[in-house]
């Protein structure tokens, strides 16, 4: 490559205004919001014509070479193939499996009878179940499920949509083994000129500081709006139990752990200890619905207590007089298998992410002289051939990456992409994009390599745990074809996964031509509110796509620049990166329940279609207020406790 092709940012094209530039740079948001909330065009579209609008202004208005251009849509879409579609892809697999083993139904079927309290059920299914499926598979599929579970149960339809919607909240930073927080982890890496690993734990850490606060305060809020406050407050040592065994997880596993686990750990944590509570313990009054009729019960009185008669709960009218597939009893053995299922996705990964536990990670994180060494060590192993990664210097196969980058190697190629670079003196591969001042102090090489690590990937590891998973369904006599079944969620998944390669494009070419910057350098402006306008930029993000992934990627590296913005220019405090980035995704969660596509998600889950507009009018003032709170928080991370946040 030659060196007219080196590319030096800038973010001032428009009539060397910041402000119209920053208005044009967001025309592929606009257009985006316009084809998907006004036309309804399919969004795989939708992201096409931004992924477009995008490109012919980072051409013709920034100044981009048309050969980055294209590296960068290219590339952009192959992260949203690998890794992000890759982990979307195997969690789904991993659902649809349970599914068609019939572990699912049983699943189902041991939480509903717990109990007849209709405030606990929605805390059971809405909540801590929607939690566990939102962790597994996430992108619409927990407000499907626990709505129609609940609309099964006899909620009506759109009071159980509501509910779910609500629910999806605290969980969704973390949905589908971390995809949030991964992605954001890959974006924002670039921009600090940190290590993506961890980069990504860094944000774990700051989401699961922000987060938990809420999934104490969604359980309550929960039931308010199901029964009011005062029937709240009689099942106050349920709502209690559920949120804080949540919150406490989510703490603990984000922050030691990573992201890839936390939902489903804490939803399954959630799940028993609401459960161990109902053995001891019971409201006074079993809360049906108007129609049905409310009854006096004695509390539990031991721990063969819940397993007498459902009927000894309800000594009036039954919920449900009919029978249903929820009527169902499953011996002990059966629901434990079913639940064994989750254990085996929990160990798989934790197996897998070992060497990024705390007691194996090393002090400092990757000192090879004090971390868990190879090959007991699994992460390392799957990890080998990194670049600078010293617990396991050389690939499997390929050339020494300190030798030769670009070369394929197993199991970790780390590259950079066609277009993005050009060759040096040595023969070394470097970037040709440069940022400028003021978003870097002096003129800076924007790296942005290509990581293809086949086997240490989130995706990999929840792949290793579907054959695992089957591998068990077959001894217990399970009667299903892998295969099948695979097959069968690649065509379910076909147009979601082209939709998230095309948002993926989307942001690599507003970040490689500087588009992102110009928007940071505007919104600085902002000055020291920043950080509650963060939670609602992140809001706007998840209201436009339906999916914290998306609004991570369109408006993570977003929020980072503007943070590093805020710190080189007179303003007050210390508004981080992290933070702002991290708050973006808390943010973000609270915008779910209002989207477009999930309005339609649980709409269709409760075979309610059509009254969108009725869930949207019942749900915006709630979503209106948690963000607030978010920004709230946000505030006073950055102000009052800037000591909470992480460094990468």
């Known amino acids: 490559m030659g060196i007219m092709l080196v590319f030096h940012q800038t973010y001032q094209p428009v009539l060397d205004s910041i402000l119209l530039s920053a208005l044009v740079a967001g025309l592929p948001l606009y257009v985006l919001f316009v084809l998907l909330a006004v036309l309804r065009l399919p969004a795989w579209l939708s992201a096409l014509a931004a992924l477009l609008t995008a490109a012919v202004l980072g051409w013709l208005v920034w100044g981009m070479p048309a050969g980055v251009t294209l590296g960068a849509i290219t590339e952009g879409m192959a992260f949203g193939l690998w890794p992000i579609s890759w982990i979307v892809l195997n969690a789904i697999v991993f659902h649809n499996l349970t599914v068609a083993s019939g572990d699912f139904d049983v699943i189902k079927r041991s939480l509903t009878r717990l109990t007849r309290d209709r405030r606990l059920q929605a805390l059971l299914i809405a909540f801590s179940f929607g939690a566990l499926l939102e962790g597994i598979a996430g992108f619409g599929a927990p407000v499907a499920i626990s709505a129609s579970i609940l609309a099964s149960l006899g909620f009506e339809p759109v009071t159980a949509a509501v509910l779910s919607l609500l629910a999806n909240t605290a969980p969704v930073a973390f949905g589908s083994i971390g995809i949030p927080v991964v992605t954001l982890g890959g974006l924002v890496a670039p921009i600090l000129h940190k290590d993506v690993t961890q980069t990504t734990l860094a944000l774990s850490a700051m989401v699961g500081r922000q987060l938990p606060l809420f999934s104490i305060i969604i359980p309550a809020y929960l039931i308010v709006v199901l029964a009011g406050w005062k029937r709240m407050r009689e099942i106050l040592p349920a709502v209690l139990v559920t949120g804080v065994s949540f919150a406490i997880v989510q703490f603990l596993v984000s922050n030691y752990v990573g992201p890839q686990l936390t939902d489903i750990v804490a939803a399954l944590v959630s799940m028993g200890c609401l459960a161990l509570l109902l053995r001891f313990w019971r409201p006074k009054e079993?809360?049906?619905?108007?129609?049905?009729?409310?009854?006096?019960?004695?509390?539990?009185?031991?721990?063969?207590?819940?397993?007498?008669?459902?009927?000894?709960?309800?000594?009036?009218?039954?919920?449900?007089?009919?029978?249903?597939p929820f009527d169902a009893v499953d011996p002990p053995g059966r629901v434990a298998r079913a639940f064994a299922m989750y254990v085996v996705l929990v160990v798989v990964i934790l197996i897998g992410q070992m060497g990024n536990l705390p007691f194996w990670a090393g002090h400092p994180v990757g000192d090879p002289k004090t971390a868990l060494s190879t090959p007991a060590n699994i992460t390392a192993d799957l990890n080998c051939g990194s670049p600078a990664y010293k617990l396991c210097a050389l690939p499997w196969f390929g050339p020494d990456p300190a030798k030769d980058r670009q070369a394929f190697k197993f199991p970790v190629w780390n590259f950079y992409w066609p277009g993005t670079y050009e060759l040096n003196a040595k023969g070394a591969p470097v970037s040709i994009v440069f940022n400028e001042p003021p978003i870097v102090k002096t003129s800076a090489v924007y790296n942005n390599p290509f990581k293809w690590d086949f086997l240490a990937a989130a995706g990999s590891l929840v792949l290793y745990a579907d054959i695992v998973a089957f591998l068990l369904m077959l001894v217990m006599g399970a009667r299903i074809n892998f295969f099948t079944v695979y097959a069968r969620t690649v065509r379910q998944l076909a147009l979601p996964i082209v939709t998230i390669a095309f948002i993926l494009g989307i942001a690599?070419?507003?970040?490689?031509?500087?588009?992102?910057?110009?928007?940071?350098?505007?919104?600085?402006?902002?000055?020291?509110?920043?950080?509650?306008?963060?939670?609602?930029?992140?809001?706007?993000?998840?209201?436009?796509?339906?999916?914290?992934?998306?609004?991570?990627?369109?408006?993570?590296?977003?929020?980072?620049?503007?943070?590093?913005?805020?710190?080189?220019?007179?303003?007050?405090?210390?508004?981080?990166?992290?933070?702002?980035?991290?708050?973006?995704?808390?943010?973000?969660?609270?915008?779910?329940?209002?989207?477009?596509?999930?309005?339609?998600?649980?709409?269709?889950?409760?075979?309610?279609?059509?009254?969108?507009?009725?869930?949207?009018?019942?749900?915006?003032?709630?979503?209106?207020?948690?963000?607030?709170?978010?920004?709230?928080?946000?505030?006073?991370?950055?102000?009052?406790?800037?000591?909470?946040?992480p460094s990468p």
């Open 508 to 645: 690599y070419v507003m970040n490689y031509a500087g588009m992102t910057s110009s928007i940071a350098i505007a919104l600085a402006k902002t000055g020291f509110i920043f950080p509650f306008v963060a939670a609602f930029l992140g809001w706007l993000g998840v209201f436009l796509t339906g999916s914290d992934t998306s609004s991570n990627t369109l408006f993570g590296p977003l929020q980072a620049q503007t943070a590093q913005q805020l710190l080189a220019g007179p303003h007050l405090g210390n508004p981080s990166p992290i933070l702002t980035a991290a708050t973006n995704s808390s943010g973000g969660v609270m915008g779910k329940m209002i989207s477009p596509q999930n309005l339609s998600v649980g709409a269709a889950g409760v075979n309610k279609v059509g009254s969108e507009g009725e869930i949207f009018r019942r749900v915006i003032r709630y979503s209106i207020i948690l963000t607030a709170a978010v920004g709230v928080v946000a505030m006073l991370e950055a102000y009052v406790v800037p000591a909470i946040i």
């Open 286 to 324: 079993v809360w049906q619905f108007a129609h049905e009729t409310a009854a006096p019960v004695r509390p539990a009185r031991g721990p063969g207590a819940a397993s007498r008669p459902l009927d000894a709960d309800l000594p009036g009218q039954a919920a449900a007089s009919t029978s249903s």
